[in-house]
C-alpha cells in the first residue's frame, strides 16, 4: 500500500539526505565542543539523528549504491562541517558606517 502511494526509493534517498545533513551538524558541534562553546550534548543529538537516518536505509534492504554512497557523502559532510567550524571568518566591522567617526573637516 504504501509502495503505491510513494516509492521507497525516494523515502531512502530522503532519509539519506537529512542524514548527510545532519552529519554536517554533528561535525560543527563537534568542532565547538572541542573549543568550549557547546556542551556536548547538542553533539551527541546530531550523531544520533545522522546514524538513525543512515542505519535506516539498510532496513530491508541489501548493500547498494545508494547506501555507499550516503555513508561516504555523510563522512566528507563530517568533516566539511568540522571544517567550516574551525575555519570561521570574523565578523565583519560595520560600526564605522553606523556611527561616523569624528574626523576633523577642512574647510576650503
Do not use: N
Not at 521507497?8 to 561535525?27: D, K, N, V
Not at 547538542?42 to 535506516?56: E, F, G, P
Not at 567550516?84 to 560600526?95: G, I, K, N, T, Y
Amino acid at each position: 500500500m504504501l509502495e503505491a502511494v510513494y516509492p521507497t526509493e525516494l523515502l531512502r534517498g530522503l532519509l539519506g539526505l537529512i542524514g548527510i545533513g545532519s552529519a554536517f551538524m554533528a561535525g560543527r558541534t563537534m568542532a565547538a565542543v572541542r573549543q568550549g562553546l557547546l556542551k556536548a550534548g547538542r553533539h551527541y543529538a546530531w550523531m544520533v539523528r545522522a546514524v538513525v537516518c543512515l542505519a535506516a536505509l539498510a532496513f530491508r534492504h541489501s548493500l547498494d549504491a545508494l547506501m555507499i554512497g550516503a555513508w561516504a557523502l555523510s563522512v566528507a559532510a563530517f568533516a566539511g562541517g568540522w571544517r567550516h567550524a574551525l575555519h570561521r571568518q570574523p565578523p565583519e566591522d560595520l560600526s564605522h558606517e553606523i556611527v561616523p567617526r569624528d574626523t576633523p573637516q577642512t574647510r576650503d
